[in-house]
């Protein structure tokens, strides 16, 4: 069964909304409004939406959004107004930021994750530096 945003879903016993998909999953937000990932098979139909509603969330999907639209929505968990950035003065915090998290400590998470998922946060990174290189029209050294 496939479900639209703006159905009302049980999962559990607890009733959501369904926000929008997630890879092959459903974005659902329950009635505090935390959102959460679920699948189709462990949810049931509580009623069908009469009005096609717009997703609440954007949830970028791994394949089509870029690592800049990646960070931002992370940046807005704690910060509604975030943006992405547009002229070179805007990119600064943003290489301030993505150095931080480059540092052995953080990039490793000190010690938490392995060597592999360390690599791949790298990469991401590094992906995202050259988004802002890009946006700010020259190239950008480290600290």
């Known amino acids: 069964m ?3 945003p703006g159905d009302k879903v049980a999962v559990y016993g607890i009733e959501y909304t369904v926000l929008g998909t997630v890879k092959r999953s459903y ?3 329950n009635t505090q409004g935390k959102t959460y990932k679920v699948t ?4 049931k139909l509580i009623s069908r939406s009469a009005v096609e509603v ?3 969330v954007s949830i970028p999907t791994a394949k089509n959004a870029s690592e800049l639209s990646r960070m931002l929505e992370l940046k807005k968990i704690f910060d509604k107004d975030a943006r992405m950035p547009v002229t070179a003065s805007e990119c600064q915090p943003w290489f301030e930021s993505i ?3 480059m540092s052995p400590e953080n990039l490793h998470c000190d010690g938490e994750i392995s060597r592999t998922q360390a690599m ?4 991401s990174l590094k992906r995202a530096w050259k988004e802002l290189e890009k946006i700010q029209g020259k190239k950008q050294q480290t600290n």
């Open 99 to 101: 150095e931080c998290q």
């Open 40 to 43: 189709a098979a462990n949810m």
């Open 54 to 56: 717009e997703p609440e």
């Open 27 to 29: 974005a659902v937000k």
């Open 2 to 4: 496939t479900f639209n």
């Open 120 to 123: 791949r946060k790298l990469a």
